[in-house]
């Protein structure tokens, strides 16, 4: 009997997926991405969430001022009806978010609002059917609040009963299919080296590399470049760059130097993106990919061969072939997706011996921030009760006409990869209902301040470090060891952020400000061993990602700093060219010429 | 006890001496104001005056310090003179200037408008900068100017410890913030703990100073949650009052007797209506553990429906944890566990 019925269930799966293919064949899918809208409006691209969505969405940071629409023209295969699917979430679901939007066809609007269903999660939302009248219709979406109403993409489709899948596996095949994305991608061909990352070490890793006269792609995911240190996060560059054991370090740093405009300027200028981009465009050598998240790695067994990146707007793929890659993506993407070995979180004062590391190993991460800023204007103006947000009172807020570094949210209680998104959300609940608070509860101070300025991309500090063949810590900085391969000069002190006492009481489980004790070093070097990956032979880091302890990171993660790590790797990728090598054998055969480099000398070839 | 010396005080204001107190009368806009002084004596060469102000029937206002110092730099001491307000539990509320006095900076400038501003915000401040430092890590030897390394002490680069201080009064900003946090305050709280009543608790349970709700709540909310019969209302009205922080520890300090009766868990759900929304969460965790009358058992069955995940989570555990449950309540409550 058992048998009989396995056979029944077997004809009836055939059947099933025999009718689902004649379904597929007949039906016509019409597939929006929003990041690709032709006219963006006020919303923004946001693409920090794509190692967990597989796609970049459309978000209206308005900061409570309802943004304008964006637009675009959709061409359909045949008028007609169409079901229409809405790919969302409610953000802030307590009990329910402030994201609203609306859709409209050729300016009808959907009578349906979206964004605040109350779910977190992201997901298709029904919108009905929708007539199609014309071969090509208007698509709008109008944000409702200013408050981060979000959109990953639209659906149109004629397949009756069709229901558009939610599943990560699923939902990426499908757009992959619907987005005629193939396995070969447009290739940019084959490079000395590739840079993934454009933040401060990215940048000048690629700078000091195609100074030494290799051929240098640049990829960044995002339209500017200097990542903290650029306009759309605006951290300003700490650690010195005048107490270098060798002084010629840091020379690349100083040209991406804009000054120091402190954290969170409302004045995005002040952190000069315009200047960083001229500065990588005028060397020859460099080829600079902006919007472009590398999310895939093509290696033969430990060597990578090239990295597949998705444009963030208009998710056109490209294949970049090189020779040697260096990981400055801060997240470690380059090496994770290579299998290179990683750690994140906190080692216990067993595992490494030092005396500022955990009693347990854990996931502790320093936190992310998204800083922001109010200005004083000549009127009074008005901002919105927050009931979704983070609730304040005259006992406890935050009484500042701006963030500094202290806002800061993740530490361990998200992960700073795969939470990223709630991380940001969470930032934004504390500003807007402490700036709620002010505005509406302290008008006298705040009644003529407007917000100027939230980042909707978080500045962040901490997740994976890839291990190297030297790990640095606390000793390492406390003894001033110098190694023979001492490279680059950190100054910043052992800095481990954890959540403000206060804050904690107040918000325990949700802190978002953040108070540290500064350890003081003295000036030490970072062995050139910590700049590549132990078990993936063709892989250089610079910036956070680096071979070191989670309490070492503390004093190695700052930005001019971490500029300096990617000079280094510029000049160890010159001479892994040279000499046909790998990253770890100019440690082991080329030092010497190495350690010339860092210090100005000239030396005879070797053999 | 207190009673009694409140009653004698009033009666025998000039008399009546509390350990190294004095007392007196300051005749004031033809009306009888009552200071009580106090001294203190913080170590060898410094002895002091706390002032604590009483209203006509002789209740504790807030204390005040008439205060002269000097603030010194290596080679010059300028005379400082400045009254400090606390409330009756040492936490400084604002300061003033004695008729005809001003405050300089170190080039003999006077304050400007903003600068006094910004010296209220910075004595204002408790956590601030200055709590752990001393002078000598803050400004470089002899001078009024911030130190290139304070940075490397405080973290804080010079410009954001510029925001926390006055530029060419940083030894002033210092000396008075120290003086403001200083050994006064546990004088205070001993002071203000000799006038409790129950006059005094209830009017600190119904004022605004969220110190004085605290205090108060600590003395008539005893460990085990029991409530003072005759300050139940006082309880009840800071639970469903604004202060999301002060509500919220109302409610978890209560016990459950406190929420026992049908017409006080009604009350509950009617505050749960107009709450916030981490109130709301805070209400619905404390009903876990209460036995609840029917009527709100279903209250919360019918509103399991418009909940989003967090709070139907809750109100689903708080419905399992009922011994008794109406057939309808346990109907959606089954319903709402298939989903």
């Known amino acids: 009997m058992p048998g009989t019925k396995q056979i029944h269930m077997r004809n009836y799966l055939t059947l099933f997926l025999l009718l689902s293919a004649l379904q597929i064949s007949a039906q016509n899918h019409v597939f929006v991405e929003t990041e690709s809208f032709e006219d963006k409006g006020g919303w923004v691209i946001d693409q920090q969430s794509f190692v967990v969505m597989g796609s970049s969405y459309l978000m209206a940071h308005g900061m409570g001022r309802p943004v304008k629409d964006a637009t675009t023209t959709v061409k359909f295969p045949k008028k007609g009806k169409y079901h229409v699917w809405v790919r969302t979430k409610d953000w802030a679901p307590f009990p329910k978010g402030p994201g609203k939007f609306q859709v409209s066809v050729d300016g009808k609007t959907i009578n349906q609002t979206f964004g605040e269903s109350g779910s977190d999660e992201w997901k298709w939302y029904d919108a009905g059917e929708t007539e199609i009248k014309n071969d090509q219709i208007k698509l709008a979406i109008k944000d409702l609040t200013g408050f981060n109403g979000r959109c990953d993409a639209i659906l149109f489709t004629d397949a009756p009963k069709f229901t558009p899948p939610d599943k990560l596996e699923e939902l990426t095949a499908f757009r992959k299919k619907l987005l005629n994305l193939t396995d070969t991608p447009v290739s940019a061909g084959h490079f000395d080296m590739v840079v993934v990352g454009g933040g401060i070490a990215g940048t000048c890793a690629a700078i000091s590399a195609s100074r030494m006269g290799l051929k240098v792609a640049l990829i960044q995911d995002r339209p500017v470049l200097g990542g903290n240190n650029s306009s759309e996060i605006r951290v300003h560059l700490m650690g010195d760059v005048d107490k270098n054991y060798y002084p010629k370090l840091g020379r690349i740093v100083r040209e991406m130097d804009n000054g120091d405009p402190g954290n969170g300027n409302p004045d995005a200028k002040e952190y000069g993106d315009a200047r960083k981009t001229a500065i990588v465009k005028a060397e020859k050598n460099i080829s600079l990919f902006l919007n472009t998240f590398v999310y895939k790695v093509e290696k033969q067994n430990d060597i990578i061969t090239a990295v597949v990146g998705r444009d963030i707007a208009t998710n056109k793929e490209t294949r970049f072939e090189g020779s040697f890659f260096s990981d400055c993506t801060g997240d470690g993407t380059i090496g994770y997706l290579a299998g290179a070995e990683f750690r994140m979180g906190r080692e216990s004062k067993a595992e490494t011996g030092e005396s500022l590391a955990a009693e347990k190993a854990d996931d502790f991460t320093l936190g992310t921030s998204n800083l922001w800023a109010s200005l004083p204007r000549d009127t009074v103006s008005t901002f919105p009760e927050t009931p979704w947000a983070l609730q304040f009172s005259d006992e406890y807020h935050i009484d500042n006409s701006k963030a500094d570094w202290e806002w800061e949210t993740g530490f361990g209680n998200f992960n700073t990869i795969t939470d990223a998104e709630k991380i940001r959300d969470h930032n934004l609940r504390a500003i807007y209902g402490n700036w709620s608070y002010l505005k509406n509860h302290k008008s006298q101070k705040y009644a003529k301040h407007e917000l100027a300025w939230v980042a909707y991309i978080g500045g962040k500090r901490e997740s994976r470090r890839i291990i190297g063949d030297h790990i640095l810590n606390q000793m390492d900085i406390q003894e001033g060891k110098q190694y023979p391969d001492g490279s680059v000069t950190a100054t910043w002190t052992i800095d481990l952020h954890f959540p403000d006492s206060k804050n904690s009481k107040y918000f325990e489980g949700q802190e978002f400000f953040a108070g540290t004790k500064h350890i003081k070093v003295a000036p030490y070097t970072i062995p050139y061993r910590c700049l590549y990956s132990k078990n993936i032979q063709n892989l250089f880091v610079a910036g956070r990602n680096i071979s070191t302890t989670h309490v070492a990171f503390g004093s190695t993660r700052v930005m001019r700093t971490c500029g300096m790590m990617g000079e280094v790797v510029g000049f160890a990728a010159y001479l892994t060219a040279k000499y046909k090598t790998t990253p770890r054998d100019v440690y082991q055969d080329h030092l010497p010429e190495l350690m010339a480099i860092l210090k100005g000398e000239t030396v005879s070839p070797q053999p | ?339």
């Open chain 2, 1 to 339: 006890m207190y009673n009694i010396s409140c009653f004698l005080i009033i009666l025998t204001p000039l008399l009546f001496l509390f350990g190294k107190e004095e007392e007196s009368i300051i005749l004031k806009n033809k009306k009888v104001e009552k200071i009580r002084e106090f001294r203190i004596v913080e170590n060898d060469t410094l002895t002091y005056t706390l002032k604590l102000q009483l209203d006509d029937s002789g209740r504790p206002k807030y204390f005040f310090r008439n205060i002269f110092t000097p603030v010194c730099y290596t080679n010059e001491c300028k005379p400082v003179y400045i009254n400090f307000y606390w409330d009756l539990l040492g936490n400084y509320e604002r300061y003033d200037l004695p008729e005809g006095k001003v405050l300089t900076k170190i080039d003999h400038d006077e304050f400007k408008l903003e600068d006094y501003e910004k010296l209220q915000d910075i004595l204002s401040k408790q956590n601030s900068i200055f709590a752990d430092l001393q002078m000598e890590d803050l400004i470089t030897k002899g001078t009024d100017n911030l130190s290139d390394s304070v940075d490397a002490k405080t973290g804080a680069t010079l410009k954001t410890i510029k925001n926390e201080v006055i530029d060419g009064a940083v030894y002033t900003c210092f000396t008075l913030w120290k003086i403001a946090y200083g050994k006064a305050v546990p004088e205070m709280l001993k002071i203000t703990e000799s006038y409790q009543n129950d006059q005094l608790l209830h009017s600190f349970l119904t004022g605004k100073n969220y110190h004085y709700q605290y205090w108060a709540m600590e003395k008539v909310i005893q460990k085990d949650g029991k409530v003072s019969k005759s300050f139940e209302p006082d309880i009840e009205k800071i639970i469903e009052g604004k202060n999301l922080f002060t509500a919220r520890a109302a409610l978890q300090k209560a016990g459950n007797e406190f929420f026992s009766k049908p017409q006080k868990q009604n009350w509950l759900w009617e505050v749960f209506q107009s709450a916030s929304y981490p109130m709301q969460i805070a209400i619905l965790k404390k009903l876990l553990t209460i036995p609840l009358n029917q009527t709100l058992t279903e209250k919360i069955a019918d509103d399991i429906a418009k909940s989003n995940k967090e709070q139907r989570k809750l109100k689903i555990g708080v419905l399992k944890n009922q011994h008794r449950l109406s057939a309808k309540s346990r109907k959606i409550l089954d319903e709402t566990i298939d989903e």
